[in-house]
């Protein structure tokens, strides 16, 4: 099964703490794994991706991820959030010929 | 290089009308995927569409169909609009149809069912 799940619905932090979004992931294969954001009726926009190589990528805004093949996991951090990072995160898969979406995670940054 | 583009920004529709949307893709990507995200949700895939035929399906029913033009536009159709069809459909283009050939996304048009 091809499957992506954040079990984080909301988070909330304040601003200058350090933020870890959760993913975990199913797949057969190779996984191919993005992190996007989207702010409040905005589009998507692309964090940072994964295919092979290192496991630790950094993507923009300050914010990388570290892929853990052992524990199916995908997960985001950012030293220290801005206010301008409440948003909606969402991991995604990519599955066959279509992308597999996480149900997301709100984030509320607290100045 | 343009981006993914999508036309229009917002539509308001009533309940059993029908409704096309538009995307237009960066030049040279061979395929359209689109999606469907509901308020508080993630996006769903509802079809892709690779050098004018249909390639895949989610779980979206009939009255979803979708059209691929040779000049990198793309189209949406729903009919018999029902209110749960109010969502941002997103659509995406890429170089190919295989998993490792990366999707750029629209901004999306949101569509109101009333």
């Known amino acids: 099964a091809q499957s992506v799940t954040q079990p984080d619905i909301h988070i909330t932090v304040s601003e200058g703490a350090s933020l870890e979004l959760r993913c975990n992931y199913s797949?057969?294969?190779?996984?191919?794994l993005f992190w996007y954001v989207q702010s409040p009726g905005q589009g998507l926009q692309l964090l940072l991706k994964?295919?092979?190589?290192?496991?630790l990528v950094q993507g923009i805004k300050g914010f990388e991820a570290e892929f853990k093949r052992s524990q199916s996991s995908f997960n985001l951090r950012k030293p220290s959030v801005h206010w301008s990072d409440a948003a909606e995160y969402f991991c995604?898969?990519?599955?066959?010929?279509?992308?597999?979406f996480g149900t997301g995670t709100r984030l509320k940054v607290l100045a | 290089e343009t981006g993914v583009t999508q036309s229009p920004t917002h539509l308001i529709k009533t309940r059993g009308q029908q409704v096309t949307l538009r995307c237009s893709s960066q030049?040279?990507?061979?395929?359209v995927s689109w999606y469907q995200q509901a308020l508080g949700q993630g996006p769903q895939f509802i079809f892709q569409y690779y050098r004018e035929e249909e390639n895949g399906r989610g779980n979206f029913p009939p009255r979803f169909s979708g059209l691929q033009f040779p000049n990198y536009s793309s189209e949406l159709n729903v009919n018999a609009l029902e209110l749960d069809d109010s969502a941002l459909y997103l659509c995406a283009s890429s170089l190919d149809s295989g998993r490792f050939d990366e999707q750029y996304f629209g901004p999306g048009t949101r569509l109101t069912v009333t």
């Open positions: 994964y295919f092979s190589g290192d496991t």
């Open positions: 030049s040279g990507h061979n395929t």
């Open positions: 797949y057969g294969a190779t996984p191919y």
């Open positions: 995604v898969l990519s599955g066959t010929y279509k992308y597999i």
